[in-house]
């Protein structure tokens, strides 16, 4: 939506790809109210250079050009990637490092809806044990803790969790199963596992791939 350049790394004051005259422009200069989601991932100069180029196109002065920005996210998350990056460079590039946080309003919230309307207890202390993880304040041992029982399905090896999510690979039927594979993934924090994983499961159906 808002073409944000891809360099922020290099450039100081980036601006956003989008002209003054163009039709996102117009958009963007009715608009009153922009969500942005997972925040805590957004590099702080990607949200300065919306600042700016909201300010250009609404001729405003107005921090955000006077739309209001609702932004949405957890600091226990994900923070920026930065490639080749130290620690240090992902909290300084994080919008806390902004010079615009302070400008932002904060507001928490407390309760996991989804653990509270799904009335599933176990849901609730999943979501308990994983904010503990979050506030560092799990049992830990030189920063690695270990995940109990209780809290998710251990398995020993890649192969034993491709069989526990998929069972028998070799016996799907993949033409008339679409929505029963449908319901279930194996997701990895790198690209390159995922991409072990589907040649190892693809490697097992048979047929074409
Ligand atoms: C927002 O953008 C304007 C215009 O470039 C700039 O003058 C101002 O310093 C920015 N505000 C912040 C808090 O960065
Ligand atoms: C789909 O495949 C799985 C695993 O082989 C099997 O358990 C399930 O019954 C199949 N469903 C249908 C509709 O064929
Ligand atoms: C798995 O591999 C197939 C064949 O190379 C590819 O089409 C598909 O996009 C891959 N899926 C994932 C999730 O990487």
Redesign the pocket.
């Known amino acids: 939506m808002f073409k944000i350049p891809l360099n922020l790394d290099i450039n100081e004051t980036p601006v956003c790809a989008v002209s003054r005259n163009s039709e996102k422009a117009k958009i963007l200069a009715e608009c009153s109210l922009i969500v942005w989601d997972e925040c805590t991932m957004a590099h702080k100069k990607a949200v300065e250079a919306v600042n700016r180029t909201l300010q250009d196109i609404r001729r405003n002065d107005h921090i955000m050009g006077r739309i209001t920005v609702l932004f949405c996210g957890d600091f226990r998350q994900t923070l920026p990637v930065i490639t080749r990056g130290t620690r240090a460079d992902e909290v300084n590039a994080c919008l806390k490092c902004s010079v615009l946080w302070p400008r932002v309003q904060k507001l928490s919230l407390t309760r996991n809806m989804r653990a509270h309307l799904g009335g599933n207890p176990r849901a609730q202390e999943f979501s308990d044990a994983l904010l503990k993880i979050g506030e560092g304040s799990f049992p830990e041992s030189n920063g690695l803790v270990t995940l109990p029982e209780n809290l998710c399905k251990i398995v020993p090896s890649v192969e034993k969790l491709i069989y526990s999510v998929?069972?028998?690979?070799s016996?799907?039927?993949?033409k008339?199963?679409n929505?029963?594979?449908c319901e279930r993934a194996i997701l990895t924090p790198k690209n390159d596992q995922a991409a072990a994983i589907n040649h190892s499961i693809l490697e097992k159906v048979e047929g074409d791939e």
């Open positions: 998929y069972g028998d690979v016996q799907i039927t993949h008339d199963n929505s029963w594979l």
